[in-house]
């Protein structure tokens, strides 16, 4: 029990670094938080700093729930890698480390199935960047990208990870709420980066 809550308090710890904050005050002397939409995700930092500053982040994040994910490789075995990724992404959403305000949860969700279903990963980055380029809207992009994740573990017919991805993707979909009113209004920003 002891090694299942070393597990869960580093999962949310690890989940917590808040990379959007840390590289734009670090590396551009900017707290994205008082820039675009406020969030500490990727695509505020891709808006508000650049693609260069945005890869940062957005590769940080998806190594965070990665790492998180791994975790029970080497502490507690018996534990199920998704539910260590689970409080990663808890921690991201709700950082500790930046005042509970964190990101949407899709680049450290995508980094948990990174560890667990590699091949999932690959499709999903696939669907999103489709999205991406057809539609331009980076979080319709990521509800899709989440889609096509839910719609591959039901193909491969894994329990736990269908389980999981549905409460992942339920999680994005709620945490980009205003983005589905933004579309629908048709007021989201789009990238401009994205031929």
């Known amino acids: ?14 989940g917590s670094i808040p990379s959007g904050l840390i590289i734009g005050k ?13 969030n500490l995700g990727g695509t505020n930092t891709f808006r508000v700093l650049g693609v260069k500053a945005g890869l940062m982040v957005t590769i940080a994040d998806i190594l965070k729930g990665t790492l998180a994910a791994s975790l029970p490789l080497y502490i507690q075995p018996d534990m199920h890698y998704l539910l260590a990724g689970i409080f990663a992404v808890i921690g991201h959403t709700y950082p500790i480390f930046a005042g509970f305000r964190g990101g949407k949860a899709v680049a450290t969700s995508a980094g948990v199935l990174l560890w ?14 489709i999205c991406l380029y057809i539609t331009k809207y980076v979080s319709l992009s990521s509800m899709f990208g989440g889609l096509v994740a839910l719609i591959y573990s039901i193909f491969v017919q894994d329990i736990p990870l269908i389980i999981v991805v549905a409460i992942l993707v339920s999680f994005v979909v709620y945490r980009h709420r205003a983005n589905i009113k933004r579309i629908m209004d048709k007021t989201e920003p789009k990238v401009k980066w994205l031929g």
């Open 116 to 129: 667990y279903a590699p091949l999932m990963f690959i499709i999903l980055i696939i669907g999103f960047f």
């Open 26 to 38: 670090k590396f551009y002397g900017v707290d994205i938080r008082q820039h675009g939409s406020g």
């Open 1 to 14: 029990m002891f090694e299942y809550g070393i597990i869960v308090i580093l999962a949310y710890l690890i």
